[in-house]
């Protein structure tokens, strides 16, 4: 009996234990939901998208009580500092899934932020990269008086992730396409088009090369192309890759229509197997081997047979897309 009563007060201690360490890492701190990045020519502006601690900020679902605080700084460090001093309490980075950059930002940017991650500890190199069309100060006018403006963007963030690369994405790829947000009447909502960033590229892409491109990557839920009067809405990609005999690549996506979705024609699907055959000819052209068809074209036919679009000609490409 003592051994039990002594193993049962054991138990007690090691739970009120657990508790206050989860209190103290958690509710009694800060949780930082997103963090916005603006560079600018005088220095940077960091904005952070908080949940204060009385508002379920441990909840990694809970999204009432959104606030906001930014602050300038000469250098992204800096910034980073001076925002987290406008917080109530001292920040926590755990449940900062979203990173957002801002006009002017781009892949140094990007680069910037990881390594400042890497050496303070601070932030994530998972969170997922979007991009937006306003700034940290008119955010900051638009919600000086409440509402839900600030739900909303988490909430649209939320929406796009599966449209969102990684932040560790950047250095292992080489290239991102962002997905871009804007404040509408009172509301945030996603744009069609996306923001492609590259080391030698940032440009702003229009509805349907991105659509392909996540079509290709199989990055997003659904892809709509304006083909016809209504949207072919496709969703699920399977894509498959094969060389031919005679040297080309056959690239073959199978698909299923999603809601709302027009009936696919063949005279539709064909100009969408184009744009795609069409995309990834200029990624190539731009050095982006999208597909690893260089890869593909070694496996075959050996090491020295290795294709690579700094040096080789983009193969002749064939893109069928079909839906089941």
């Not at 103290?24 to 939901?33: H, N």
């Not at 700034?135 to 796009?160: D, I, N, W």
């Not at 069409?278 to 047979?305: F, I, V």
Request: with cysteine; proline share 6%.
């Amino acid at each position: 009996m003592p051994n039990r009563a002594l193993r049962c007060l054991a138990a007690v201690l090691l739970g009120v234990f657990c508790l206050a360490f989860a209190r103290s890492d958690t509710a009694a701190k800060s949780m930082v939901r997103a963090l916005l990045l603006e560079p600018g020519p005088s220095g940077w502006t960091v904005g952070l998208l908080y949940q204060a601690p009385e508002g379920s900020a441990d909840s990694a679902e809970a999204s009432d009580g959104i606030r906001f605080a930014a602050a300038q700084g000469s250098s992204l460090e800096r910034a980073m500092q001076n925002a987290e001093s406008a917080l109530p309490l001292d920040p926590n980075y755990r449940l900062c899934d979203h990173l957002l950059l801002m006009p002017g930002g781009g892949w140094d940017a990007l680069r910037s932020y990881e390594a400042l991650v890497l050496e303070r500890r601070c932030g994530r190199t998972s969170a997922l990269v979007a991009a937006c069309t306003f700034t940290c100060a008119r955010l900051s006018e638009e919600t000086e008086e409440g509402g839900s403006l600030l739900t909303g963007l988490l909430q649209t963030l939320k929406q796009a992730r599966k449209a969102s690369p990684r932040l560790y994405e950047a250095g292992s790829r080489g290239a991102l396409l962002l997905p871009v947000l804007d404040l509408g009447e009172g509301d945030a909502v996603l744009l069609p088009e996306g923001l492609f960033l590259s080391e030698q590229e940032q440009a702003l892409w229009e509805a349907e090369p991105t659509a392909a491109y996540r079509l290709l990557t199989g990055r997003g839920e659904s892809f709509a192309f304006w083909l016809g009067e209504r949207p072919l809405i496709l969703r699920r990609p399977l894509l498959s890759v094969e060389r031919t005999e005679e040297g080309s690549f056959a690239v073959r996506l199978d698909c299923q229509t999603g809601p709302g979705s027009a009936a696919p024609t063949q005279e539709m699907l064909d100009r969408l197997g184009s744009v795609c055959s069409r995309l990834l000819a200029e990624r190539w052209a731009a050095g982006q081997d999208l597909l690893g068809l260089g890869a593909r074209q070694a496996l075959a036919l050996g090491p020295g047979a290795a294709l690579d679009p700094a040096k080789n000609a983009c193969p002749q490409l064939r893109t069928s897309v079909k839906v089941y």
